[in-house]
């Protein structure tokens, strides 16, 4: 099976940094990843598929890129809305598995 | 406007079934994916499985206990989990993908604890 490795865990950031999170897969899954991000109560919500493309009505600040085995969801200039948890997720030979999540914490 | 909505028990005895349904509104329910994932409160994302054109494909650690199905009649489809164990405890959501796409659509989870 594909495990999915995001680094950190957690990260603490203020409103205007840039943020960078890292997902490593255990063996290439070419472009198929997908970013999500997910609030307290609420459902994921999709924001990058395909490694790099960005979903309608997803602000331009998220960005995603990588292929092979690591990928990056970097957030160019953080808002208050986006201190949340977000998820990698793996789409390879009708096999799908999320990375263990990363928390962005406000500093 | 593209809608889903988990319906079912929510609170299952142990070794009983886990029954969830989702209903599909503002779309057919046809050449879509549809997927089932789980989120053991204060964890993370699981993926249970899914269902297209017929087709199913599970997550081999629960594949054993799994079995969705889709009633495009009621453009519904349906996640049954066996034997469950208070490890099953968590929030269910459903999900539409298209090919290579990612999960789209979600419906907002519904909790299921297992207990007796």
């Known amino acids: 099976d594909i495990q999915m490795t995001q680094s950190p865990s957690t990260l603490s950031a203020s409103v205007g940094d840039r943020v960078t999170i890292t997902c490593r897969a255990s063996q290439s899954i070419s472009i198929w990843l997908a970013w999500y991000q997910q609030k307290p109560g609420k459902a994921p919500k999709l924001l990058i598929y395909r490694a790099s493309t960005l979903e309608s009505g997803v602000p331009s600040r998220f960005s995603g890129s990588g292929s092979g085995t690591e990928f990056t969801l970097t957030i160019s200039s953080l808002q208050p809305d986006d201190f949340a948890t977000y998820y990698c997720?793996?789409?390879?030979?009708?096999?799908?598995?999320f990375g263990q999540g990363t928390k962005v914490e406000i500093k | 406007q593209v809608q889903l909505q988990e319906s079912g028990a929510g609170l299952v005895k142990p070794s009983e079934t886990l029954s969830l349904t989702c209903t599909v509104s503002g779309g057919s329910i046809s050449s879509f994916y549809w997927s089932w994932i789980r989120q053991p409160p204060g964890q993370g994302l699981e993926w249970i499985g899914y269902?297209?054109?017929?087709?199913?494909y599970y997550n081999p650690s629960l594949k054993s206990r799994v079995t969705i199905s889709v009633d495009t009649s009621k453009n519904q489809f349906s996640l049954k989990l066996s034997s469950v164990t208070a490890a099953d405890t968590a929030v269910y959501f459903c999900?539409?993908?298209?090919?290579?796409?990612?999960?789209?659509?979600w419906g907002q989870g519904t909790l299921v604890t297992v207990s007796s």
């Open positions: 999900a539409r993908h298209t090919y290579g796409n990612g999960m789209g659509y």
């Open positions: 269902i297209y054109s017929g087709s199913t």
């Open positions: 997720q793996q789409y390879n030979n009708n096999w799908w598995t």
